[in-house]
């Protein structure tokens, strides 16, 4: 996969906390042809798909559909601004305008995304042409397709900022397992929507058994260590393809990709200490480590990860040690009811 060019992107936010996000190697979004683009094909397919739609997809989507279909073949909004009475085309303006200088290439791309996150009222109608994406079935939060050598996993729970709930992070490991073994050459994880993942989804404090907290904790930790341990074992050249805002374990996991491609969308927000928490992903090791261009050739990533596979397993399982003590902190539960009641979610 050809790299643009890669860039230092410092990525420090204003964590309310002392921790500041590390810079990473980011590769500014200068899409890879055959990697990530959607072609002209995909897109006309995808308009196709549209009018196979069995369900109606609800305003919003057709909205957005719309705004995403004139930006990828008009550019930005260009249409004088409808009077506030004209309510159809003024809602239409509005979708429209709030793409604002998107490109074109990129209003493709998430047209052709929004239309296979669509995909399970299409399955039964679609007359997919042969060749074209391989659609994994069997997700509930993720797109995951295959074509010319590159799995795609994407994140599909754009109406929650794509966080990624306990559902999520088993189908997350399924999809990986499943690419290790698959005839793709490389891995490809992106987010559908404005947002590349909100990380944790932070309704997963929420649903305690009755064994309580702790018990919830534990296994929460044994979830974590097993999640982030797919990532470090992955032995595929794995690519982010950055497409919004990144939150909490969606930016930490990022140290254990080859590559990172950020869109200039694309924000890094890792907020530990403001949500009582610690690192994990094994950022303590990965971020502060991060030297040089990240590694995509299989066989130079085998070497180098061979080397540290044990360390990084090691600093995983100590991250997630440390971090089930966390999440029964007084800090942890005042931020996440906090967040969770700011619109009276409990
Ligand atoms: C007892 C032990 C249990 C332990 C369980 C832990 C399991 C493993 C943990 C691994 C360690 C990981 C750590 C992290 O990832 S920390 C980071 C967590 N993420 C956040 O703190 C972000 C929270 N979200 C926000 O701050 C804002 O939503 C955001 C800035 C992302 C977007 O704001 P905006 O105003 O643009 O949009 P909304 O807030 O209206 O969001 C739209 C809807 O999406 C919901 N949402 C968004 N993010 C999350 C999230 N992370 N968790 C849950 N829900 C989220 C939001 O509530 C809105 O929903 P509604 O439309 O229904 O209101």
């Excluded at 550019?75 to 309510?87: H, I, Q």
């Excluded at 509005?94 to 996150?117: C, H, T």
């Excluded at 590559?259 to 403001?274: C, K, L, N, Q």
Aim: hydrophobic letters at 35%.
């Amino acid at each position: 996969m050809a790299m643009a060019y890669l860039a230092w992107r410092l990525a420090r936010r204003s964590c309310p906390s002392s921790l500041q996000v590390t810079s990473f190697p980011v590769v500014q979004l200068h899409m890879n042809r055959t990697a990530m683009r959607a072609s002209q094909k995909d897109f006309e397919n995808s308009m196709n798909q549209v009018k196979l739609l069995k369900k109606d997809p609800g305003n919003e989507v057709k909205l957005k559909l719309y705004a995403l279909y004139k930006q990828a073949t008009e550019g930005p909004c260009n249409m004088p601004k409808p009077g506030v009475f004209d309510l159809i085309n003024k809602a239409k303006w509005d979708a429209w305008n709030a793409l604002g200088s998107l490109p074109k290439e990129a209003a493709r791309q998430n047209y052709v995304d929004l239309v296979s996150s669509l995909s399970p009222s299409l399955e039964s109608s679609s007359q997919v042409e042969p060749g074209t994406d391989r659609k994994s079935t069997g997700f509930e939060t993720l797109v995951v397709t295959s074509e010319d050598g590159i799995t795609k996993i994407m994140f599909n729970r754009p109406k929650k900022k794509n966080a990624i709930n306990t559902e999520m992070y088993h189908e997350i490991m399924r999809a990986l397992k499943a690419a290790s073994k698959d005839d793709s050459i490389i891995t490809v994880l992106t987010g559908n929507g404005d947002y590349y993942s909100s990380g944790n989804d932070l309704t997963n404090f929420t649903d305690i058994p009755p064994g309580g907290v702790e018990e919830k904790a534990k296994n929460n930790a044994v979830l974590l260590r097993e999640f982030v341990g797919c990532f470090i074992d992955f032995p595929k050249p794995l690519i982010a393809v950055v497409n919004g805002p990144a939150v909490g374990i969606s930016v930490t996991l990022l140290g254990l990709f080859d590559a990172v491609y950020a869109s200039d969308r694309a924000t890094f927000h890792t907020p530990f200490s403001h949500l009582g928490q610690s690192p994990e992903g094994c950022s303590s090791y990965t971020f502060p480590k991060i030297m040089s261009p990240a590694k995509a050739l299989r066989i130079s990533k085998e070497v180098i990860r061979k080397r540290e596979r044990e360390k990084l397993h090691a600093v995983n399982a100590e991250e997630c040690n440390v971090l089930q003590g966390r999440w029964l902190s007084d800090e942890c539960t005042n931020a996440v009811v906090n967040f969770l009641s700011r619109k009276s979610k409990l």
